[in-house]
Nanobody, 122 residues
Framework: VQLQASGGGLVQAGGSLRLSCQAS????????YGWFRQAPGKERELVAA????????YYVDSVKGRFTISKNNTKNTVYLQMNSLKPEDTAVYYC????????????????WGQGTQVTVSS
């Protein structure tokens, strides 16, 4: 399984970006996916996650109401729409595939894409 993340960039505070993560393979629709981020000097954190059917989602409190995770099974792609961006959202963002379809246990994300840098200027 290979995951290819894209869509990062430099944006002013209050702006928007949409991250994309395209996965290889034929089993894309069977698993849960997540977006993580890691800022300099900080631990990697799970920002958002989505179950195989998109029926369940998770958001860390700091992004609720601003970020939306979604997936398109026909395109094998997971998205993270980020609105009202803040300087504290600056980080490298990673997409990952979970071992299961419905749960979001952090230590069970099995496959990782390369990071994409998001920089929000004040």
């Amino acid at each position: 399984v290979q995951l290819q993340a894209s869509g990062g960039g430099l944006v002013q505070a209050g702006g928007s970006l949409r991250l994309s993560c395209q996965a290889s393979g034929r089993t894309f629709s069977l698993y849960a996916y997540g977006w993580f981020r890691q800022a300099p000097g900080k631990e990697r954190e799970l920002v958002a996650a989505i179950s195989w059917s998109a029926g369940n989602t998770y958001y860390v409190d700091s992004v609720k109401g601003r970020f939306t995770i979604s997936k398109n099974n026909t395109k094998n792609t997971v998205y993270l729409q980020m609105n009202s961006l803040k300087p504290e959202d600056t980080a490298v963002y990673y997409c990952a595939r979970h071992r299961s379809a419905k749960t979001f246990r952090v230590f069970d994300f099995q496959y990782w894409g390369q990071g994409t840098q998001v920089t929000v200027s004040s």
